[in-house]
């Protein structure tokens, strides 16, 4: 069993749509979780950065970290076709300068007009 | 954000050439960097850990005689890759975390034929 799993996908949906993107894990330790976007042949993108359960809005985009059932989302609402990526999770223990992330496989999102 | 800029963005080379890659932090020092590696449609896979003033710590199954590492710099660390061969074709990717977080390079694409 992977430490962290996600649905690769793809995700359709219609422009205006809300999506939800998920990752569950297994290593209790996870204590910070980031989602990247990444575009095709670039590099990935920092969109949200959460510490621990809970919530954090950032524009269209919303992190939820679900500790007790290890488990977090990405929402964003009112999508765009510009939001056509694939979105990785990642997370680690602590910050420190060599703890290593542990990322999902990647969502492919599609978003159509 | 944190600027993390790489370079070339992409090379192509002959089959037992060397290929050197640069990944600079722009607006931060960086003791640690790590160099990834993502082939079509896959996450990121770490290579190694790149660490300013000493030695780079490898993943396992990452030959460190045929991907050199080298940080000299608070601000550069490069990857070189020795004699290269086809099957290391592949995107290489460069992060930095200047804070909490990891932000990372544009990717370097590289073709061996």
């Known amino acids: 069993q992977k430490e962290v799993e996600q649905d690769p996908g793809p995700l359709s949906v219609p422009e205006g749509a809300i999506v939800s993107l998920n990752c569950t894990y297994s290593?209790?330790?996870?204590?910070?979780f980031m989602w990247y976007r990444q575009y095709s042949r670039k590099g990935p993108e920092l969109l949200m950065y959460t510490y621990s359960s809970g919530n954090k809005e950032d524009g269209r985009f919303t992190a939820q970290v679900d500790k007790s059932s290890k488990y977090i989302s990405l929402f964003i609402r009112d999508s765009q076709p510009s939001d056509s990526a694939t979105y990785l999770c990642?997370?680690?223990?602590?910050?420190?300068?060599?703890?290593?992330?542990?990322f999902g496989t990647g969502t492919r999102l599609q978003v159509t007009l | 954000g944190a600027v993390v800029s790489q370079h070339p963005s992409w090379v192509i080379c002959k089959s037992g050439t060397s290929v050197k890659i640069e990944c600079r932090s722009l607006?931060?020092?960086?003791?640690?960097m790590f160099w990834y590696r993502q082939f079509p449609k896959q996450s990121l896979m770490l290579m190694a850990t790149s660490n300013e003033g000493s030695k780079a710590t490898y993943e396992q199954g990452v030959e460190k005689d045929k991907f050199l590492i080298n940080h000299a710099s608070l601000t550069l660390s490069t990857l070189t890759v020795t004699s290269a061969h086809p099957e290391d074709s592949s995107f290489y990717i460069c992060s930095a975390r200047p804070g909490l977080a990891d932000f990372f390079g544009p990717g370097t694409r590289l073709t061996v034929l």
């Open positions: 990642a997370m680690t223990p602590n910050t420190g300068t060599a703890s290593k992330l542990t």
């Open positions: 290593n209790s330790a996870f204590q910070y």
């Open positions: 607006d931060f020092q960086a003791t640690t």
